[in-house]
């Protein structure tokens, strides 16, 4: 079990990375998003391409009007974050919310899962992208996904089942 200041150091961790991660999707400067969520808690650290990537399955689906996304992260030994992200062309993202990255030593599988409650009409297309608290970061493929099927209780029907790299 982590004690109180192992979790305080942790979270301090996660907060730096989202702000860090936060500012490389949106193009802001890292240190003007720290100052915003509070001095301090980052440097000017950045970002670098993780060579192992945790999420072996990612699958979206659209149904009653929301986008159910749920992913399968395999052996997964990090702390950080996951960052759901969605975009109406497949180019710019945009980031809808993040989970936190459970990492373990064992080996097991985690699913983890986040709902789109208001998906844009149309095509969306979603990714996941995977911070660690060591500064290193993964995307999972893309997949596009249907939301103007007139059969939302099929969900068969109202995802395309297109994974793109």
Do not use: H
Not at 145 to 150: F, G, P, S
């Amino acid at each position: 079990m982590k004690t109180q200041r192992q979790y305080s150091t942790i979270k301090n961790k996660i907060v730096g990375i989202l702000i860090t991660a936060t500012a490389i999707l949106t193009g802001n400067n890292v240190q003007a998003q720290t100052q915003k969520m509070g001095s301090g808690l980052v440097g000017s650290a950045s970002l670098q391409l993780d060579t192992y990537n945790a999420i072996s399955s990612f699958s979206p689906v659209f149904n009653d009007g929301k986008t159910y996304i749920r992913w399968l992260a395999s052996n997964d030994e990090k702390d950080g974050i996951f960052i759901v992200e969605r975009s109406a062309d497949g180019v710019d993202f945009q980031a809808l919310g993040f989970k936190d990255r459970v990492g373990s030593p064992l080996c097991v599988n985690l699913f983890y899962s986040f709902i789109d409650e208001e998906p844009v009409s149309g095509v969306n297309y979603y990714r996941i992208m995977s911070v660690g608290t060591d500064q290193t970061y993964t995307f999972s493929d893309v997949v596009r996904v249907r939301t103007d099927v007139a059969d939302t209780a099929n969900p068969s029907n109202s995802a395309l089942g297109e994974t793109t790299k």
